[in-house]
């Protein structure tokens, strides 16, 4: 796994590919690549947890803070295998071929 390689992952999870199977993720798998993003692009979470009102901003929060103490190669790993895994669920192969051409 390369950065490379994590840097295809990103691109197709922000900009998916007219003309290949559109890809749905669940909440929990949107939560899921959001942490593994953070924990590779920022590192361990470095703000305070929002407060009472803010749902949305507390789940993103604890699920960056889950992933705390991960290093960035694991949580580049993490990411690429989920992307890869939601890729082969919907039959992308295409953009599975471009993430493992990437060095």
């Given at each position: 796994m390369s950065e490379a390689q994590f840097k295809v992952a990103?691109?197709?999870?922000?900009?998916?590919?007219?003309?290949r199977p559109t890809m749905k993720p669940s909440q929990d798998e949107q939560l899921?690549?959001?942490k593994h993003f953070k924990q590779v692009?920022?590192?361990?979470?470095n703000t305070s947890r929002p407060g009472f009102?803010?749902?949305?901003?507390?789940?993103?929060?604890?699920?960056?803070?889950?992933v705390k103490g991960m290093s960035k190669e694991d949580a580049?790993?993490?990411?690429?295998?989920?992307?890869k895994e939601l890729l082969e669920s919907i039959g992308d192969?295409?953009?599975i071929a471009e993430i493992d051409a990437a060095q």
């Open positions: 990103v691109d197709i999870v922000k900009n998916p590919r007219s003309g899921f690549f959001y692009t920022v590192g361990d979470v009102t803010d749902f949305k901003g507390k789940a993103m929060w604890d699920a960056w803070n889950g580049q790993k993490a990411y690429v295998d989920k992307l192969t295409e953009s």
